[in-house]
């Protein structure tokens, strides 16, 4: 019965949404329904999401309730994505976060070919870190701007690239220090005319200077390289167009 309850509860979240969408003269994507904004604010908020949206063609969504009325966040966060029929073009593409206030929970889904893939779960931990911090000191106005903020630099950095790129970089940095070490130790080689190669070390031993009474082999250690092996359900879920996470704040 309670799970009934839950799913009726946000179908209705959903339902009011759609239906707030539908009536907007723009595309919807902020909806205070806990009211923790001034009307300048949601202004000011609406123009940057909608102007982030546009340019990457990734719907960046606001969404903060009352309360989630026993439902569970990963499953209303879900209903109203879909139910309003959120995100950018046919993939559907989008970044969207649920606050609740009675529970003091928060949610970020992304979806779609671009959205998920510019924020994945490791992304929705980081942001959520960076969100959940404003919104337990109640700095929600700071707490959007910085989800807007990092959302945008994860979808730019997934089209254009990162500003820096820590792999790429290293890479560089390896050749270019393979390279000065192999003319350095080329031109020490090179002053080493008086030297020849011997095949043994009787040059540098001095006769019966040492005795060997005895010798043995000792085993020291040995090296096992691991690999783990994927199952079928983390390469699948690898490969998923939709990433949710959240947690308390």
Known sequence: MKKTV????????????????????????LYDGADLLTDAEESELSEKLDSVSEAYKVDLIIVTVDSLEGASADDVVQ????????GYGESRDGVMLLVAMTESEYRILSNGTLGAAAVDDED????????????????????????????EYQINGEINGFPFDYTTN??????????????????????LKSVEKQFAAAEYTKQDSMQVTA????????????????????????????HVGGGKF
């Open 79 to 86: 209903e109203v994505y879909d139910e309003a029929a959120l």
């Open 124 to 151: 929705i931990e980081s942001i959520g870190n960076t969100v959940a911090e404003s919104l337990g000191d109640g700095e929600y106005v700071t707490a959007f701007h910085a989800f807007i903020d990092e959302c």
């Open 170 to 191: 290293l890479l560089i940095s390896l050749g270019v220090g393979i390279v000065a070490a192999l003319i350095v130790t080329g031109v020490m080689k090179g002053q």
């Open 215 to 242: 010798s043995t082999d000792l085993f020291l250690y040995s090296v096992v390289d691991r690999r783990k092996k994927e199952s079928e359900s983390s390469a699948s879920s690898s490969g998923a167009t939709r």
């Open 6 to 29: 839950s799913i009726l509860m946000a179908l209705m979240l959903c339902t009011v949404l759609a239906v707030t969408a539908s009536a907007a003269a723009e595309p919807f994507r």
